[in-house]
T-cell receptor, first 113, second 111 residues
Framework: NAGVTQTPKFRVLKTGQSMTLLCAQD?????MYWYRQDPGMGLRLIHY???????AKGEVPDGYNVSRLKKQNFLLGLESAAPSQTSVYFC????????????FGDGTRLSIL | TQLLEQSPQFLSIQEGENLTVYCNSS?????LQWYRQEPGEGPVLLVT?????EVKKLKRLTFQFGDARKDSSLHITAAQPGDTGLYLC???????????FGKGNQVVVIP
């Protein structure tokens, strides 16, 4: 019953460093999503994927890149971290499309100093 | 402009009291979802409402979808400390491939 697993759970970076957040799901879902959650801003969609090998921009894509080489994995990359990217990042997946229930991971808490 | 407006943003009540929170929009939705998020965890789906006027019950939680499918409400009867959490509504307007979330209703139930 793993569901959606996010790695790492916590990370502190210095400005300008790069890192990759990993999301893995074992439910054979087609759609996967990356969100960021900030106080007073709610959940905002960064990028999403409608299937293996596809990616698309969400509401706040600048400064992030993603890849979906395997159906079960969705990677979020920060090439040059900035303090404005300090946030809690959530990965989610759904069977087909946004109308289906989304299953979320427990988040990655990222601080950029 | 926020597509889904949730009110109140924060609500603190005593155990045993009733409460209602709201999710409103000027757009029509084919369906709305309600999630609950507890501290340190991701949101978990509670219910999806699909038909205008629909009422769904989940134990002490009652969800209603507006007749015009532009708004929804969540009513909690005899709130318990375990109901504490951030309640999020979400929906995808017609023609949009993305789910939009409201900012949430933070509910605190005091024992």
């Amino acid at each position: 019953n793993a569901g959606v697993t996010q790695t790492p759970k916590f990370r502190v970076l210095k400005t300008g460093q790069s890192m990759t957040l990993l999301c893995a799901q074992d439910m054979n879902h087609e759609y996967m999503y990356w969100y960021r959650q900030d106080p007073g801003m709610g959940l905002r969609l960064i990028h999403y994927s409608v299937g293996e090998g596809t990616t698309a921009k969400g509401e706040v894509p600048d400064g992030y890149n993603v890849s979906r080489l395997k159906k079960q994995n969705f990677l979020l990359g920060l090439e040059s971290a900035a303090p404005s990217q300090t946030s809690v990042y959530f990965c989610a997946s759904s069977y087909i499309g946004p109308f289906q229930p989304q299953h979320f991971g427990d988040g990655t808490r990222l601080s950029i100093l | 402009t926020q597509l889904l407006e949730q009110s109140p943003q924060f609500l603190s009540i005593q155990e045993g009291e009733n409460l209602t929170v709201y999710c409103n929009s000027s757009s029509v939705f084919s369906s709305l979802q309600w999630y609950r998020q507890e501290p340190g965890e991701g949101p978990v789906l509670l219910v999806t409402v699909v038909t205008g006027g629909e009422v769904k019950k989940l134990k002490r939680l009652t969800f209603q979808f507006g007749d015009a499918r532009k708004d929804s409400s969540l009513h909690i009867t005899a709130a318990q400390p375990g109901d504490t959490g951030l309640y999020l509504c979400a929906g995808a307007p017609p023609g949009n491939n993305r789910l939009a979330f409201g900012k949430g209703n933070q509910v605190v139930v005091i024992p």
